[in-house]
C-alpha cells in the first residue's frame, strides 16, 4: 500500500517544483521581449559578437546557450578555455563584461 501512494506522491511533488521554474523561464523571456522592442537591451547576437571580439574572448570558443536573468538584466555567455568552461556576465542594457567565473 505505501508503494503504491510513493510513486503518485513524488511524482507530484517533483511536478510542483517543476512548474514555477518552468513559468520563471517564461516569464524572463517575456521581459526581455519587452525590453528589447523598447530599446532597453542590446540585443543578444550583438552583445555574443561585441563579447567576441574582446581579448581573450575572441582566442576562445563560444558554446551558446545563454541564460538571462531578468532582474539584473544580465546574460551569462559560456566560452571554451582550453579544457575549461568561461562564464561572462553581460550586463544586457550597457553590453559592459560585470563578472567572470573562473
Known sequence: MIRILTIPLVSALLLSVAVPAAARGNRDQDHLREAAAQGQVIPLNRLIAEVRA???????SYLGGPQFDADRM???????????????????RTGRIVGRKP
Not at 574582446?54 to 576562445?60: C, G, K, Q, T
Open 54 to 60: 574582446r581579448p581573450p574572448y575572441n582566442e576562445m
Open 74 to 92: 544580465i546574460y551569462a555567455l559560456k566560452f571554451m578555455d582550453g579544457n575549461q568552461v568561461v562564464v561572462v556576465y553581460v550586463d544586457a
